[in-house]
């Protein structure tokens, strides 16, 4: 038996929800009456607001029309804006699965998609235990979460949020795109 093992239970999972799936106007919750961010849109770029830091800015994300899309943190580098295709870098692993690799300051992080709508987080150096799941639904049913996260996830929090929102636009594009290419079924 090893002496080491402790035999307290870590916390429970943090699961975030979202006001809607309009990336508008959305507000990111824990509980419905303690708003954690705010997720504005004018079309070109996508803000993602601290509602607990007045003025703070966590993320913008800048949608461009020729050349690649960016991802800007205010509080980081200076700001620069970083393609996203660098900072969430589509890869493949081991097994054939494609993954987005995500750069922080803690390392990398792996998203590996689990279906169509739902991809997991973890740490590139464990690829067997998820710190983060996430559902891209086209639509939240109440009291479903957008995404949850493992109590020692917490310090990626927003690095996640920031690539869960850039994740979420990525898989209803592709569903778009299907459906005009394919038509989508007769209701």
Request: glycine fraction near 4%.
């Amino acid at each position: 038996m090893d002496s080491a093992a402790t035999l307290v239970n870590p916390a429970p999972p943090t699961y975030y929800f979202m006001t809607s799936t309009n990336l508008k106007n959305a507000t990111i919750y824990v509980h419905p009456g303690m708003p954690l961010y705010t997720i504005t849109s004018d079309g070109k770029q996508t803000k993602i607001s601290d509602r607990r830091t007045p003025g703070r800015i966590v993320a913008i994300f800048h949608q461009r029309e020729i050349l690649p899309n960016t991802v800007s943190f205010p509080e980081r580098n200076g700001s620069a804006p970083i393609s996203v295709q660098k900072w969430l870098r589509k890869t493949k692993l081991a097994d054939g699965t494609t993954a987005f690799v995500m750069e922080t300051d803690y390392g990398p992080y792996v998203w590996k998609m689990i279906s169509s709508h739902r991809q997991k987080v973890y740490a590139q150096c464990d690829l067997d235990r998820p710190i983060a799941s996430c559902s891209f639904h086209t639509t939240l049913s109440s009291g479903k979460p957008a995404f949850l996260l493992e109590y020692d996830a917490e310090p990626l929090r927003e690095d996640i949020l920031v690539a869960y929102l850039l994740q979420r636009q990525r898989v209803m594009s592709e569903d778009r795109l299907i459906d005009v290419f394919v038509g989508s079924p007769a209701g």
